[in-house]
């Protein structure tokens, strides 16, 4: 994302002249935002600014399916007689994503340093990435769940969006953040205004000691992951929500006729079988091993193997805590942690 120096330009937005800018938009371009299906607020194309789920607090799935499905074909494969033919599958079509939070926004930035920025870059994240323009929404409060300052981030956190509002009275403040952003927005003749969102303070339910600060490897062999995986199921939903999971698996389905398509889909290291290897050996078999990789990738083994120093692979969103059935909760085993000898 290209930002110019200098301080940011923000502008006032009514609902309505907001409602009337989308429904423009998604009459010219692809335009997702959270949408009600089932009641349940997803991330969904939509024909205008009234299907959108209005004062949705968060959606079930982040931000990330926009860049990296839940599942992608990759190629077509066509076998005739002894020739092959590889007909690759890369997503082009540009799209305008509404309403993301700065949580998903900012996990979005961490899939950069693996999909982007570890070569080789990967060329389905990258084309869906520069075909894409988030409009962000700050958020009016945390949620009971959510921990995103504990974790380097903040509800009002404009760094991650291409155009980022915020509500107020009379409707949006606009930000145009960076140039895919004041390309989006400069047909707006709107009224400059003085809000700054920083002079907002947000209360938070669930301040925690940086995560960053415990030592990790230490805490390997302790008897912690056994004590806390006794209540997980291994049903992987905590990674199909999180904005910053990123494992996937990889298979070829026929379509007849000599055609296959190769897919990739979500994965989980939560899973029994994720890394099984030939002769049925399972890398972790037990549900702490699973877990304590889970918490490890998180907070020591993506930002050492990408180069992010240290900033954690988690956003605080605090999906996985609302999600899990058993009240597997991130925050109560980080500050668990926290008091390990």
């Not at 092959?84 to 996990?107: H, M, S």
């Not at 999180?242 to 298979?251: D, E, H, L, N, S």
């Amino acid at each position: 994302m290209s930002r110019s120096p200098g301080s940011p330009t923000r502008k006032l937005i009514t609902q309505a002249g907001l409602n009337s800018w989308l429904d423009e938009l998604a009459a010219t371009r692809t335009l997702v935002a959270p949408r009600l299906a089932a009641g349940v607020p997803l991330y969904l194309r939509v024909a205008g600014s009234n299907e959108i789920a209005w004062g949705f607090s968060r959606s079930l799935l982040s931000v990330k399916q926009a860049f990296f499905p839940p599942t992608e074909r990759l190629m077509v494969i066509r076998k005739t007689g002894p020739e092959l033919q590889l007909e690759e599958t890369l997503p082009e079509e540009p799209q305008i994503v509404f309403g993301v939070r700065p949580c998903e926004a900012r996990g979005a930035k961490l899939l950069d340093a693996l999909f982007l920025d570890t070569p080789p870059a990967d060329p389905y994240y990258a084309s869906r990435r520069e075909n894409t323009v988030l409009i962000g929404l700050a958020c009016r409060e945390m949620g009971p769940t959510c921990f995103c300052s504990s974790v380097g981030g903040a509800p009002n956190n404009a760094s991650d969006v291409d155009v980022m509002l915020y509500e107020v009275n009379d409707g949006y403040v606009l930000e145009a953040v960076t140039d895919k952003g004041r390309s989006l927005t400069d047909g707006l003749e709107l009224e400059q205004c003085d809000y700054d969102p920083h002079e907002y303070r947000y209360a938070s339910q669930n301040e925690l000691a940086d995560p960053m600060a415990i030592q990790w490897p230490e805490l390997f062999d302790n008897d912690y992951w056994q004590k806390i995986s006794e209540r997980c199921l291994g049903c992987r939903a905590c990674a199909y929500v999180c904005p910053t999971c990123r494992c996937f698996a990889i298979r070829d389905e026929s379509l007849g006729t000599g055609e296959f398509e190769r897919l990739r889909c979500w994965d989980s290291c939560a899973g029994e079988n994720y890394r099984r290897v030939a002769g049925g050996h399972k890398a972790r078999p037990e549900k702490g091993d699973r877990l304590r990789n889970r918490m490890l990738c998180k907070f020591n083994y993506y930002a050492v193997q990408t180069g992010l120093g240290n900033v954690p692979a988690c956003t605080g969103c605090g999906r996985c805590i609302d999600v899990c059935p058993v009240g597997v909760d991130i925050t109560e085993v980080l500050g668990d942690l926290v008091r390990q000898p």
